[in-house]
């Protein structure tokens, strides 16, 4: 059974995203990672980096396939979980903990609004199956 964390918010395209305050805490759901398998790579920005909402941010390489990491709203890079770097494995035994991918700043957070909550993303992934 896919883990969905109540109080973070989720893009479709597997992303997730803890709000406090005007900064947000990046990773990929539990779906995503179970999709992917044995998480062997990962590819991060670094701090100051800016993107849009939707915007290529990393990559993710499994075993199986590798995916793009799109950022679920805009703004800077405030810091990259480097200990993925060497333990990409984290994604696959902690995706909502150890292994947030990058902390950042929020640029707009209206994009906020755009987002679906557990219970939407819940639904979502039953209907993918």
Do not use: H
Request: hydrophobic residues 45%; glycine residues 8%.
């Amino acid at each position: 059974m896919t883990q969905i964390i109540d109080g973070l918010l989720y893009t479709e395209d597997d992303e997730w995203i803890l709000v406090e305050g005007d900064e947000g805490t990046v990773g990929i759901s539990d779906y995503a990672q179970n999709s992917l398998s044995d998480i062997v790579y990962l590819e991060l920005p670094a701090a100051g980096d800016t993107f849009a909402a939707g915007e290529n941010f990393g990559v993710v390489e499994s075993v199986k396939a590798a995916a793009e990491l799109l950022m679920p709203v805009a703004g800077e890079v405030i810091s990259a979980n480097e200990a993925l770097i060497d333990n990409p494995e984290l994604v696959n035994s902690d995706p909502y903990g150890e292994a947030w991918m990058v902390k950042i700043r929020i640029s707009n957070p209206a994009e906020l609004e755009g987002l679906m909550d557990a219970a939407a993303y819940r639904i979502y992934c039953d209907e993918r199956g």
